[in-house]
């Protein structure tokens, strides 16, 4: 039982590192307006438990500041580990997912984690960090709008990007997850026919 439980926090945490590395390779390669490099953390987060996510999103910032940013980077797991929390937190109730629950999620996730963003990016460097978020925090500063206000609209929309996609994949990977790989639990349907049928 136990080294089945392990196999299964392997497969999907590795499943999760893959997918915020090659989904962050792609926005690279293709100059997209977005990082893409949360969608793994989500999925961990939501298929197993927060805590998984948190583990991932640490993975994949460590790798990031170390081999593509600066190493002080590294401070923006913050804004990987909001992720995890909440996605983890608002979409798993009483061990089941509510994909109702994701809109909600969606945009407290990208207001909060534009603001926080922001606020390290200023903290770190006093400007965005990466081509798109420069780009449009100078489209913001040329309507006057203040530098802390013009970084949280450039991290704003590349965030907004990010959330889109991620809202896509979620549900069609937590779909196409077998079952023996994710942390459900069903409560039973009590019947003459099948006393212990689960829905």
Avoid at 30 to 44: E, I, M, V, Y
Avoid at 176 to 190: A, C, F, G, S, V
Wanted: aromatic share 14%; proline share 4%.
């Amino acid at each position: 039982m136990k080294n089945k439980s392990l196999r299964k926090y392997i497969v999907i945490m590795l499943a999760g590192v893959i997918l915020n590395l090659g989904l962050y390779w792609l926005a690279h390669i293709f100059h997209l307006p977005a990082w893409l490099d949360t969608t793994g953390t989500a999925f961990a987060a939501v298929t197993l438990e927060p805590a998984a996510g948190l583990v991932i999103g640490y993975l994949t910032n460590l790798f990031e500041s170390n081999a593509v940013y600066a190493s002080n980077s590294i401070v923006y797991y913050a804004v990987t580990a909001l992720c995890a929390l909440l996605f983890g937190l608002m979409l798993r109730k009483k061990g089941a997912v509510s994909w109702k629950r994701l809109p909600a999620a969606a945009v407290i996730y990208i207001i909060a984690a534009a603001f926080l963003s922001a606020a390290i990016s200023l903290w770190r460097t006093g400007l965005p960090n990466s081509g798109w978020e420069l780009r449009f925090f100078e489209f913001a500063r040329t309507y006057n709008i203040p530098v802390y206000l013009s970084m949280v609209f450039a991290a704003g929309v590349l965030k907004t990007a990010d959330t889109a996609v991620m809202c896509v994949l979620l549900p069609v990977l937590y779909k196409i997850t077998p079952r023996d790989y994710k942390n459900e639990y069903y409560k039973e349907n009590l019947t003459w026919k099948s006393p212990f049928k689960e829905k």
